[in-house]
């Protein structure tokens, strides 16, 4: 068993090892603007094309999914922005996060005076979620890893009982193609931290709710960016306990340096 | 008002509105590497997408979308962001096919980092944007301007007032020898009809009834009944009651010229006319359309508001009530709201709007355009099933 993480108490999400304020945009419309407020406050957003002209099971799909990522343990407070004409609308999701979470508020475009009035009556709401829900410290033993296997990593059982001896809950993700898919089902399994195997021909990823430890494999592309890896398969068994520990308690991976992390949502039908 | 036009000649004769310098990923992993390219530069712009280079159904519609965007002839140069793969190179291959010539190529795996990738990029960048601010508009022939007509979060009011207003406009161009292309294929269901009887000849008519067919049958495929998912909530809020009421409403963008031709998603018109393009509703997607069909301004009619913008369209954003423009003046362009309240007819109000799209045409900035809206969605059919027609 290692020794306890000093992370965060996030209420109902649990505890987080990041400390995170989300700025949710409902719909691609007021993703411009959730990135200017986060920019400001130096909270966590990310571009999403979706939210609007959904029809059929992706409502209810892409609307669990925002649920899922505001309701994620290293999320202290969320802040829907949305557009006011959209089929997610901003208000209704921000009114099923506060059954969660009462660090939840919104603001609406169409309401709150177009950009400039919505980025200032955001920035304003953030700061306020901040000032009324200053997270506690938290220790954690148990971590929930998730693992994107997407290149079958051919070390992933002798991984896996590596960090379940460290006390360590595992979830693996095989994603056929790209991280993006496996970081949108690990966050919304609430993945605290995210070991990734991209594929021998995909880069390194990352995603803005929780640190991702690239890992590197021999292929041509990975030597050739080695940099922007955190760590080398043949590293694994000796260093990635020890690694884990160490992000876990706050150091930055390479993705997160590099705020590396465009989502990719479960999506079913066309947009109409 | 200046009624002549001044823009950028491309070598292979089309015009630029603007002469962009666009910083494309090709993967979604390089996009924020992009974005802080584009924010640290001298005023190159960015967008981001989510393709990380999945190989499925989509593909085809995915890569040319990303062709058509960066061959825009708003560019005046693209530096594309690649990890080395095939699929990019078809990509910029197809990009130089639709004419585009001035581009750099930068290569993650053979510069070595993301950090080195930014700094190398961001120098190209910059040299592009210097060379772009040297280069002068020179007079232009209507022909020159290829206008995308666009509406999103309508009300009751679009098709009383900005929709016909814009018509006119578009007619009034149309008239002079400029292309016009309406969108939305979801916006015209219900009134095809109209626009197939204005077709230059049968073909055309048979095409566009076609692809609104094929359209509403792939929504269909999905059990879904597109006429009871559509006015949307916004709409109905708005004061519009079924679909049909929104098309017949929406078609009005187009004006009354002859319907010269059918586009696919993306495709660009090869002659000026009035054409229809199959885009979707979903404003984002839709004006990645646009973009990729070599489309060079667009105006979008608003009745309940939107910021959204394009990175390398103008993009003039017109209020169909007079409430809305004084609720959020930062996001609208022009109102025509006016016509609702008798302080202006339709003619007046299309007037404004041909001028405006004359000055945005030789320079002036969008509100969009002052803000920085460069959103940016690619359009897939995920499962959905389409078929030929």
Redesign the interface.
Known sequence: MSSAIKGFAHGNRGNGIRNHQLILPSV??????SRRIATEIDAVTF???HG??I??DDVAGIDNFFIQLADHPNVNSALVIG?????I?GQELAAKLLERNESTQYRI??ES?????TVEAGVKAARELNTSFVPVSAEITTLRVGIDNGRQFPGISTLKGLLEAAGHTVIISDSP????ESFSRLAQEKAHIVISFPSE?????GFPLFPVINVASSS??HQ??R??FDIAESQIDAEITALIESVANGTHTIAEK????????P?????? | MSEKLFAYLRDNGSWGLRNNVLVLPLHSALASTARTIADTSDGAVAISHDWSGEIDSDLRRILFTLSGYASNPNNYAVVFLIIGNAEEKSIIDGAQALGLKNFTVLSLPEIGSLEKLQSDALVVANKYVAEAKSQKRIEAPWSAIVLGLECGGSDALSGITANPALGVASDRLVELGATSVLGETTEILGAEHLLAARAIDPEVGKRIVAMVSRYEASINYEGIDIRGAQPSRGNIEGGLSTLEEKSLGAAKKAGNAPLTGVLEFGEKPLTPGLYFMDTPGHDIEQLAGFGAGHINVVVFTSGRGTPTGSAIMPTIKVSTNTPMYSAIPDLIDLDAGTIADGLETLAQVGDRIFAEIIEVANGKLTKAERGGHHEFALSRMYKTVISEY
């Open positions: 691609i419309c007021s993703t411009h603007v571009a999403h094309q609007c002209a029809i059929g557009l006011g004409c959209e089929t609308q475009i169409q005076g177009g950009v400039e009035g193609f790209s991280s993006a021909t995909q880069p390194p990823s041509i592309l050739a960016i940099a922007d590099n705020k590396s992390g465009e989502i990719r949502a999506r079913v039908v066309r947009s109409v």
